[in-house]
């Protein structure tokens, strides 16, 4: 699938409060809270990354995606992240990643996450638990997605427009931690 992607998180002090607020508003489940696992890709000079392309291989619900992200010229300076994708579901993550080493990719970067799905008139809204904080995700048009971020309290001010790996690895840096992957402690994940 190709398509164009809008998108902005916020972050929040609590994701169940958050889903109810979003069903209250007359947003729709489309998937309860699941766990996904994230690998991205890149060679070992980081190419892909300093052309701003993302190669993430993602297991989550008993399913497994392949997904180029490319950002987008607009994108510099924008209060959105914009980037430009192409995803396809694959059915073995394992001979996936064996094609990905012997091209000479080597996976660079390990995030996790639960998320929980929803339709809000034409957005596209994910609550996501991390390992550093709950988030809201909305994607779709900036108009749409200012409104909705207006609804539920929040300003352009408030707007994370880049990754979760460029977010973690910021969170690292300020409190002086040594870059690292963004993963549940061992025994912790439901």
């Not at 164009?4 to 607020?21: C, F, S, T, V």
């Not at 929803?118 to 048009?141: A, C, K, M, Q």
């Not at 200012?146 to 309290?153: E, F, I, M, Q, T």
Request: negative net charge; hydrophobic residues 35%; glycine residues 6%.
């Amino acid at each position: 699938m190709f398509r164009k992607e809008i998108e902005i998180k916020l972050k929040i002090d609590d994701a169940e409060r958050a889903m109810e607020e979003i069903e209250k508003m007359g947003g729709i489940r489309e998937k309860d809270l699941f766990f996904e696992d994230n690998l991205l890709f890149d060679y070992r000079d980081l190419s892909l990354q300093e052309k701003g392309i993302v190669l993430r291989i993602r297991e989550y619900a008993g399913e497994c995606t392949l997904t180029m992200k490319k950002k987008e010229k607009r994108d510099e300076g924008s209060a959105y992240k914009i980037r430009s994708e192409i995803e396809t579901r694959v059915s073995d993550s394992q001979t996936l990643i064996a094609i990905l080493k012997s091209l000479n990719l080597k996976a660079v970067y390990r995030y996790q996450k639960y998320r929980a799905e929803y339709l809000w008139g034409n957005l596209h809204v994910s609550i996501d638990r991390t390992p550093i904080g709950d988030f809201i995700e909305l994607e779709g048009s900036e108009e749409e997605i200012d409104s909705a971020a207006r609804s539920l309290g929040f300003s352009k001010a408030d707007y994370i427009n880049v990754s979760y790996r460029t977010f973690h690895l910021a969170y690292l840096r300020e409190r002086g931690l040594p870059a690292s992957d963004l993963l549940f402690p061992e025994g912790t994940r439901k």
